[in-house]
């Protein structure tokens, strides 16, 4: 089979693998037929994420299952899944609790796409065919009304997005409407679904941006679109804030525009060591402050129950192109891009 590789900055290639298979009754083997960028494959493509080269690419996608183990029984060939980018047993004490991002059965950060990071690494999306190790627990069917397209980030950046705001869903309820607000300060796609699920819960959502058009997709999907580089620091503060543009400028002035209690989600990544927080003032005000992988296959089905409400999120895919122009097309990331084949 083929795999789209990383071989050096700005450089792309199909490599041949050896086609999996099954190796244990509870496997299987999809085929993948939407594949999107993640926020940290943009920032690889541009250089700006100290990933080495030589690993298979694409870690979130829509895939159609080719073939099971004999243990499997909630997926069956021909029918199409959402495959989480982490690798999770599903029985384990971490993937019981919701950790799904740090199961015990694998070595701690087993995922696809990401192999010079991965503790084991799963292969990548952009190939004709991909194992899946603990089907059962691990494969989504992807509903019949949902747009392969507009979903296919569902395997990170979406629920990602989500758990930056759905967990406190019953928190913006019990206040009064006037007080429902969310801060996303924004940096490619995560803040763009973060912002979207704030709306989608009945927020109203100030998001931060300079792109124009992750700007315009966040409009598009319910929110306030500001064009600025940080939030306003005489702005009423909010009870829930979101900070994805891994700019520690950016986060310090989102956690200063955290209301006292409440709760500010950081999703970005951060090279290079040491952040210095404001711990005292964290401290004082009470804010809780969250960071973290997401834990995909958690996350997942609580996003699955907003969409199916009818949220679209359509808007915030800014590529779409065909299979065979993944090498050029990988090469030139800039914001969320689906690849697609029949």
């Known amino acids: 089979m083929r795999q789209l590789v990383y071989d050096a900055p700005g450089s792309y ?37 100290p990933l080495p080269a030589g690993y298979a690419q694409g870690h979130e996608g829509v895939a159609e299952v080719v073939a099971v183990g ?3 029984t909630t997926v069956r060939p021909g029918e199409r899944v959402i495959v989480p980018f982490q690798l999770s047993c599903g029985h384990c004490r971490e993937c019981r609790r919701g950790v799904t991002g740090s199961c015990r059965s694998v070595p ?16 990548g999306f952009l190939a004709d065919l991909v194992l899946v190790p603990y089907a059962d627990a691990m494969l989504i069917p992807l509903p019949a009304f949902l747009d392969p397209v507009a979903v296919a980030s569902l395997s990170d950046n979406i629920p ?6 759905g967990p406190y869903a019953d928190e913006l309820a019990a206040l009064d409407e006037i ?18 699920f704030a709306a989608a819960l009945g927020a109203h959502v100030d998001y931060i941006d300079t792109d124009p058009r992750r700007l315009g997709a966040a409009e598009k999907l319910g929110a306030n679109p500001v064009d600025a580089k940080l939030p306003d620091p005489k702005a009423e503060p909010y009870p829930i804030t979101v900070s994805t543009s891994a700019n520690p400028a950016s986060l310090d002035a989102t956690l200063k525009a955290t209301w006292p209690y ?5 999703t970005g990544i951060y090279y290079g060591g040491a952040l210095a927080l404001p711990i005292l003032k964290l401290y004082t005000n009470g804010i809780r402050f969250v960071t973290g992988r997401a834990n995909a296959r958690a996350d997942i089905p609580q996003a699955l129950d907003l969409l199916a409400a009818g949220l679209d999120l359509r808007p915030a895919v800014e590529t779409v ?10 090469a030139a990331l800039r914001g969320k891009t689906v690849i697609t084949r029949g």
């Open 108 to 123: 701690p950060q087993a995922m696809y796409g990401l192999g010079s990071i991965a503790g084991l690494d799963g292969g």
């Open 70 to 72: 004999e243990a499997v």
């Open 160 to 165: 990602d997005g989500w758990r930056t705001v």
């Open 262 to 266: 409440g709760v500010c989600t950081d």
């Open 321 to 330: 192109a065909d299979w065979e122009s993944a090498p050029r097309t990988w």
């Open 179 to 196: 007080d429902r607000r969310v801060l996303v300060t924004g940096g490619l796609s995560i803040g763009v679904y973060a912002a979207a």
């Open 13 to 49: 290639t199909w490599h041949d693998a050896a086609d999996p298979e099954l190796a244990a009754p509870e496997q299987a083997i999809v085929r993948p037929v939407a594949v999107a960028c993640c926020d940290l494959d943009v920032a690889v493509a541009r250089s700006r994420a």
